[in-house]
């Protein structure tokens, strides 16, 4: 896949860096997110299990599972949200 977009898109090399570094990007962000979360300046719904599953599945009860599962983490954490937003 590296091959690929390197290739595809070697007239652009900071697109590049950019594909290569995404994960450190992603990273980044989500220690950003958790502290914001501690700091009681933003709410976050996080699975409560970790869910080890292809993001690109195209399986529809596996998408079905992993949708009804944020449902019911949602009506947990609907309390919680509430008050967030009302602080």
């Known amino acids: 896949f590296r091959l690929m977009y390197t290739l595809m898109c070697r ?3 900071k697109a590049v ?3 290569n570094d995404r994960y450190l990007t992603y990273r980044r962000q989500q220690k ?3 502290d914001l979360e501690k700091a009681g300046t933003a709410f ?3 699975p409560e299990t970790d869910r080890k599953i292809n993001t690109f599945t195209m399986d ?3 998408n079905q599972h992993m ?3 944020g449902v019911q983490d949602f009506r947990r954490k609907q309390q919680k949200l509430a008050a967030f937003l009302k602080a």
């Open 60 to 62: 529809r009860e596996v």
């Open 44 to 46: 976050l719904f996080t």
């Open 32 to 34: 950003l997110m958790f």
């Open 67 to 69: 949708y009804d599962l």
């Open 11 to 13: 007239k652009y090399p």
């Open 17 to 19: 860096k950019a594909l």
